[in-house]
């Protein structure tokens, strides 16, 4: 017997009226049929004394079995969301990585540039679309910069969550009523309950960091995907087409919302342009994802001279730790015991997946694509092969593989590349994309439980189906009841020693630990920074030697810091006070604009960026540049008494020989000079070699790199 969901689609292939429809009548649970009193469909409805009968459609036609999953999709939505808002907030801070891109916002607003210190093009945001993203709300509102990163990161990240299980309910609209069409469907949130509990995804929902962004994308695209998925012909219609130019367009963004995610894009983007479509929409399609990325790329490669953002360079993103990769991933599955919910998905995937190839088997395809009573026969040249292989493409099926793939395939690069030294940060973005198929799962009661117990051989058909229903429905049941006991219990667990010790794996609880060190639960603000070790120390050293000039270089003592001064010989307007620390965002941000902020790693300066990685250096720390180059690239006095103690006088020389390397200062040039015409277009042709360009970290061995002359030292060995 087949359902009356099964017999409408398999009337043809469904049209561009599905995208003309209202939200609330695309809801995934909305079938368009109308019900009777006991939510089963019933074709008419008889509203006349004088027995004239009309067929009411869409809403007003609904019964239980229409108002059933809706209802309990939106009290799943909203509450997972608020428990989400209200988690957040709780944990709610700026990080010190996030303080970083609000330099940024201070030099545009300055007339500066997008660049984080004044005179030099440096890109020290890794994503570009959050970097904008907060200078337009900051525009906007005029509001203090940390406040407004605080609350765009947290409005996008609590969103993702009902858009992304928006567009699974969409996935599941005909397995309503389960494999009878008569039961009653309960959409109930699991991927969004394993997210929400994991502490990293509630510390990383404010932090000034763009991973509210991440998910809010991912979530976006994924509900254009399912929408396109059951959009057939979308080349007739107008609506249908310009859904599909946005599918396009919101694909396009990957990189520059952070570069990783264009495998998420990028493949999104594929499946699109394979689907049946018209030479035009493809070029149209093209267009609309190309347009921004590579209008960005060739401004990056002209004015910052590299093919990627700084920090890619300063992180070697193309390089590999796979060791450090899978110590990370233990460090996030283990203090949860996240690896019982990932299992209870994997379950729950299977149990739908076997569910929907039974009611394939029984009552004919599912709304899936076009039906296979109107599908061409099996085709024989390939060219119909391809044909048929490429429509096979618009459906939730291919959906669902393409989207699982990207997740995988980003959860490995971040393995590779050794993962990071905040716990948990990278791979909650490909976690959430391989929750998508699974951010709700609909659980079945069926229409006839008495039929489950009955023998006669009239109804043997209907019996087997709902014996299987009410397993499949007692089973999903059942992993929804664990993982919501598991996320209970779970939720407020942290790393040992978390706030307290790093560790020899160099990963941290990154709010933990600055909230520890400052006695601060909340940071959110550059002044609440002050609080932590050496800060306040270094305004009151920027505030003594900000006229004088010279290189701020931080002690073991949290209350004093070194200078290494100018010589006399400077002219005041050319003396500039630079400091060199780690800790670039809370530096930064308590410093003023005329002042060089720099760093070890690298994220805002490019000598140390274009340093080797050290192989057992600390994940996300791994290249630390000596201070005598700072030295030596300041022209500070090289000398002691009056340079620090602590520093080499003949590894400041030899810095000084170093960096006269000729590719060296091309590189120097191509960010300091000015930015002219001609220097564009020599940018965009050398930004291929700068973004591959090493230098030695030992000045004595980059000498020798070089070919320079090694100068003879002050203290002889």
């Known amino acids: 017997m087949q359902s009356p969901e099964h017999s409408s689609s398999a009337q043809g292939p469904t049209t561009d009226v599905d995208s003309d429809e209202s939200d609330t009548e695309k809801f995934v649970a909305a079938t368009t049929e109308p019900a009777d009193s006991n939510g089963n469909p019933a074709e008419s409805n008889q509203d006349r004394a004088d027995g004239t009968v009309t067929t009411r459609t869409g809403v007003r036609g609904w019964g239980p079995r229409q108002w059933v999953p809706t209802i309990s999709f939106v009290i799943g939505a909203v509450t997972t969301a608020i428990f989400f808002a209200i988690g957040a907030w709780q944990r709610r801070w700026i990080a010190d990585d996030g303080l970083i891109v609000l330099r940024t916002l201070r030099n545009l607003f300055a007339g500066n540039g997008p660049v984080f210190n004044a005179g030099e093009r440096v890109e020290a945001n890794t994503s570009t679309a959050w970097t904008y993203l907060l200078w337009f709300w900051a525009w906007i509102t005029d509001g203090q910069l940390e406040y407004v990163a605080l609350w765009v990161a947290l409005v996008l990240s609590v969103a993702a969550i009902p858009i992304a299980m928006y567009g699974t309910a969409r996935l599941f609209r005909t397995r309503l009523g389960g494999l009878g069409g008569d039961g009653w469907t309960l959409l109930l949130p699991l991927g969004a309950i394993v997210y929400i509990a994991l502490p990293p995804a509630r510390d990383f929902a404010t932090s000034g960091l763009e991973n509210g962004l991440c998910i809010f994308w991912v979530a976006v695209l994924w509900c254009q995907l399912v929408a396109w998925s059951r959009r057939h012909g979308s080349g007739v219609s107008w609506p249908g087409r310009a859904a599909t130019i946005t599918l396009a367009f919101t694909a396009g963004l990957a990189p520059l919302i952070r570069p990783e995610l264009t495998v998420v894009g990028g493949l999104a983007l594929l499946l699109v342009l394979l689907a049946p479509s018209s030479w035009k929409m493809r070029i149209g399609m093209v267009v609309a994802a190309g347009v921004l990325p590579v209008g960005y790329q060739i401004f990056r490669m002209g004015y910052y001279a590299l093919l990627v953002p700084n920090p890619a360079v300063a992180k070697d993103a193309s390089g590999s730790k796979w060791h450090q990769g899978f110590i990370y991933v233990g460090n996030l599955f283990g203090p949860y015991v996240l690896v019982l919910p ?368 090694m100068p003879p030292r002050i203290h002889p060995r």
């Not at 564009?680 to 061995?701: H, M």
């Open 342 to 709: 990932v299992i209870l998905a994997v379950v729950a995937g299977i149990v739908i997946v076997v569910g929907n190839r039974m009611r394939v088997t029984d009552d004919g395809p599912a709304d899936d694509g076009p039906s296979d009573d109107d599908a061409p026969a099996p085709a024989t040249n390939p060219r119909a092969r391809l044909a048929r292989w490429s429509a096979s493409l618009q459906s939730p099926t291919a959906v669902v593989v393409m989207i699982l793939v990207a997740g995988l395939i980003s959860g490995v690069y971040w393995i590779r590349q050794g993962g990071d030294f905040m716990h948990g940060r990278v791979l909650l973005v490909p976690l959430f994309t391989l929750m998508l198929p699974l951010m709700v799962i609909p659980v079945t009661i069926p229409g006839h439980v008495r039929a489950a117990f009955r023998r006669t051989p009239a109804s043997a058909d209907r019996t087997r189906r709902t014996r299987v229903q009410l397993v499949g429905s007692v089973v999903m049941a059942a992993i929804w009841v664990t993982t919501l006991v598991w996320a209970i219990d779970s939720h407020e667990n942290v790393l040992p020693n978390a706030g307290i010790d790093i560790g020899r794996s160099g990963i941290v609880d990154e709010r933990r630990f600055y909230t520890t060190n400052m006695g601060n639960q909340n940071p959110v603000t550059a002044e609440d920074y002050l609080d932590y070790p050496r800060m306040r120390a270094m305004v009151e050293w920027i505030d003594k030697y900000h006229s004088q000039g010279g290189v701020i270089l931080p002690s073991f003592n949290y209350d004093e810091w070194y200078i290494a001064k100018l010589p006399g010989d400077i002219a005041p307007k050319k003396r500039k006070l630079s400091v060199y620390f780690l800790n670039l965002g809370m530096t930064s941000m308590n410093a003023p604009l005329d002042v060089r902020v720099i760093d070890q790693m690298g994220l805002a300066y490019p000598l140390a960026a274009h340093t080797e990685r050290l192989e057992d250096g600390r994940i996300g720390h791994d290249k630390v540049l000596p201070s005598e180059w700072v030295v030596a690239e300041a022209h500070a006095f090289p000398r002691k008494p009056v340079l620090p103690g602590y520093l080499d006088e003949d590894v400041v020389r030899q810095a000084e020989v170093a960096l006269t390397c000729p590719e060296t200062k091309d590189r120097f040039e191509s960010y300091e000079g000015p930015w002219t015409f001609e220097r564009f277009k020599s940018n965009l042709k050398e930004s291929f070699r700068f973004t591959d360009y090493r230098i030695e970290r030992d000045p004595e061995y980059e000498i020798q790199r070089c070919g320079l002359q």
